[in-house]
């Protein structure tokens, strides 16, 4: 078994030369951040990922949670390891000071964040979703729902949950029944089912806010009659003590493929005449206040795939370096060494590598940007990086999650048979990261936020200004006058043609054509999040390039080693992507119902 | 009553260490380092006798290079009040860095020093030893717990076969052992306002100490591997190998 160890030195490369670091701590608001402050906390960080969080992994996966009639127990050491958590002040890291978090911008938290998610993406959606039903609550909610809620919620003392999904309501929001009936005293009665509830019901905390998307009496049908309610498990008094339980149970839990840790919650409220909620901010606009969490969520789950392939790539390579197996091509010693050498084993090993710092740098970029608009004094850089922000959102979201699939799938392969053997702890990576594509919205939902929404409605202005972005840095390496910098802006130019080419083509096609469009969105989203990691990889080596003479000259030998791998081996992909988009929608189109 | 508490930063205990392949040591360039972990159980044990009202301050003390900073700045991440770092890019020996802490005690007027009972470094397990001979103070090595009272501590020590409580006047050196406690890890909160603590930087010379290493590493070497055993047939068999094989007998 390997230890999960935070690859720091590459965290805050991506921090500082990709997502702007320096300037970041340099926005109003951070004037208690530092960038040696920021190397402090990520080794702490590192440190409690590495001793408390990683060895929860394989305890959760086996143990799984407990059901006995609505109570859930977590596996052994998740509750201890969750109060350190908490007492350390790690769960409301990202949180605003107003509330009793550190304020910290989100690029650092970004980078804190993975760890957790490397470490262990169950325990790590506790955090996750009460953080993001935190942030509902502070943008949308009375000052008194945030003087009773928040300060806990934020310490950790008690967590959140997202009460969205519905059996009949999945993808499809607007189908949503649950009810909330007026009580007249300016609280609401909630009824329905609610399934798919991540830490809806466990033993770490005492008590559990349930954010939860209803229909009022006189709502109008489909999405725009959707409100948000609070419903507490147990009542909360006027002194802050807790109070009687709510009417609401957790139904059963379901038997999954992965994340074995986290209880995944059927919720019922209501059995008995009604949970009581409280209405968060004005009715019928609960779906509306969902999304404006949206990037912070999608964001976060496109860095559990950065998380979980970095934690498998980390497994494989110890195997691959003490696992001893045959003679290696070519090696004149005929000495048995260990798998390491051989060249495919290298092959996964450097994809795994190449993927996973790709993802990591389009993931902290984003964070950069999403800094940047918030805290920048200059409302046309604030704008800029909004733009950025959003037409991104769905590729970290999208694109890294897909990587990890392929890459956890190499994490198996690396093992040979042990890695089919759960025992070696490979194959729980691959179980644990399926999920990542579907839920916050599956990869389909975000192509099609991003051909739509963000390229085509728009005209592809975001696209095309990105895109002159990608080519000034393909300019510049050019320029330099060093050989592998210039093939990696070779390669990049292959991209930008591709993704180019398919924009236009979306454009073109976007109204007149919507299902060739929509049948190209997934590789669509591939393509822009290949060319967009190209991009950074290149500007990553440019920056590797100038410090190979420094004392850590390996680390930035090997960065553009990888960089060179990826535009060798990933970014010539663009080209197939490209071309299934602009000419092969008409083979996905062209059966017949019956046919299939 | 003020503890000194003196802090290592070394190569982290996760890494595989390298030896260098001119035999010279071992590699150190691009590898994780952290403080030494029994230097982390002293900084605990400081902090719990201030958080105890035993102690009024906690002063932390590394003798390195400038980046021994971040090890102080752990130091006060865990509790310790401020931080002191005597900075030479000189490699240091144990002896030097017990007169740089006499110095620091001379000035400072501890009435305890609270030191890992070794470095996992080089594990020389010197340092406490040579101060308190330098201060001319009682040492209490490898405690297991200590209690502190009145101008006097009372410290369990692991011996062989057993543990043994002692009894010393202060002021004293303490040295811990693995069991002394479990360090906490250190609050998000406490980091940050760890940056805010005063550290503050001296040279060895302004101290008045000579650092120039007094021993030469003549060669650093992997341990040997061992060789694959062989199952005997019987007793006969292995009495024979040891007689004629091995030549033990």
Known sequence: ?596 | MKILVPVKRVVDYNVKVRVKSDGSGVDTANVKMSMNPFDEIAVEEAVRLKEAGVATEVVAVSCGVGACQETLRTAMAIGADRGILVETDVDLQPLAVAKLLKALCDKEQPQVVICGKQAIDDDANQTGQMLSALMGWPQATFASKVAVSAGKATVTREIDGGLETLEISLPAVVSTDLRLNEPRYATLPNIMKAKKKPLETVKPADLGVDVTPRLTTIKVAEPAKRSAGVMVADVAQLVEKLKNEAKVL
């Open chain 1, 1 to 596: 078994m390997s230890t999960y160890v935070a690859p720091v030195k590459d965290m805050l490369f991506a921090m500082n030369e990709l997502a702007g670091l320096q300037e970041i701590v340099g926005l109003p608001g951070n004037e208690d951040v530092s960038s040696d402050l920021v190397e402090a906390i990520l080794d702490e960080a590192g440190k409690f990922a590495s001793e408390v969080v990683d060895p929860l992994n394989k305890v959760g996966d086996k143990q799984g949670n407990k059901w006995n009639n609505g109570v859930v127990t977590t596996a052994d050491g998740f509750k201890e390891a969750y109060a350190t958590f908490c007492e350390t002040g790690w769960n409301g890291m990202p949180a605003s000071t107003e509330f009793g978090g550190q304020g910290l911008p989100v690029t650092v938290s970004t980078a804190v964040l993975e760890m957790w998610k490397s470490a262990s993406i169950s325990f790590s959606l506790c955090q996750m979703l009460t953080l993001g039903a935190v942030e509902a609550i502070a943008h949308h909610g009375s000052d008194e729902l945030k003087a009773t809620f928040l300060p806990n919620m934020v310490s950790g003392k008690w967590t959140g949950t997202m009460n969205l999904t519905e059996p009949q309501a999945g993808s499809d929001l607007a189908a949503i029944r649950s009810k909330a009936e007026p009580r007249g005293d300016g609280s609401y009665a909630i009824s329905g089912t609610k399934i798919f509830i991540t830490w809806g019901e466990h033993d770490m905390a005492e008590n559990i806010i349930h954010l939860v998307l209803a229909r009022l009496p006189d709502a109008p049908p489909g999405v725009k009659g959707i409100s948000l309610f609070i419903a507490p498990k147990f009542l909360v008094n006027a002194d802050g003590s807790l109070g009687e339980r709510n009417d609401l149970i957790c139904a059963s839990i379901e038997h999954k493929m992965g994340i074995h840790g986290s209880a995944t919650a059927v919720m019922s409220f209501g059995d008995n005449g009604g949970a009581i909620g409280y209405l968060v901010g004005e009715p019928n606009r609960g779906l509306e206040y969902m999304f404006t969490m949206m990037n912070h969520a999608r964001l976060n789950v496109g860095l559990e795939g950065v998380g979980v392939s970095e934690r498998s790539y980390q497994h494989a390579l110890a195997y691959a370096r003490e696992r001893i197996q045959g003679k290696i091509i070519g090696d004149k010693s005929g000495e048995k060494k260990p798998i390491l050498h051989h060249p495919d084993v290298r092959r996964m090993l450097m994809d795994m590598k190449s993927r996973t710092e790709a993802g990591r740098a389009i993931a902290y970029y984003v964070a950069g940007c999403m800094d940047r608009a918030h805290s920048h004094p200059d409302a046309d850089v604030r704008a800029a990086n909004q733009r950025r922000l959003e037409l991104l959102t769905p590729v970290v979201k999208g694109w890294c999650t897909e990587n990890a699939q392929g890459i956890t799938w190499n994490g198996v392969q690396v093992h040979g048979g042990m890695g089919f053997i759960e025992e070696t702890g490979a194959a729980q990576y691959m179980r644990d990261a399926r999920i990542i594509t579907i839920y916050e919205g599956t990869t389909a939902i975000q192509a099609n936020d991003l051909i739509g929404r963000k390229t085509a409605k728009e005209g592809g202005k975001s696209m095309q200004q990105l895109l002159a972005d990608i080519a000034e840095t393909g300019s510049a390496l050019r320029a330099s006058g060093n050989a592998q910098l210039k093939a990696i802006a070779e390669a990049l130019g292959d991209g930008i043609a591709a993704l180019d080419e398919a924009t236009n083509w979306l454009i073109a096609n976007y109204d007149a054509n919507p299902q060739a469009a929509a049948a190209g969105s997934v590789p669509f989203l591939k393509l822009t999040g290949i060319v967009v990691g190209g991009w950074l990889m290149a500007r990553s080596a440019a920056v590797a390039a100038e410090r190979l003479d420094a004392a850590d000259g390996d680390f930035y030998k090997a960065k553009i080693a990888t960089a060179s791998y990826f535009a060798q081996h990933v970014i010539p992909e663009a080209n197939s992507y490209r071309d299934a988009i602009v000419g092969g929608a008409e083979s996905v189109l062209a059966l017949e119902e019956a046919l299939f």
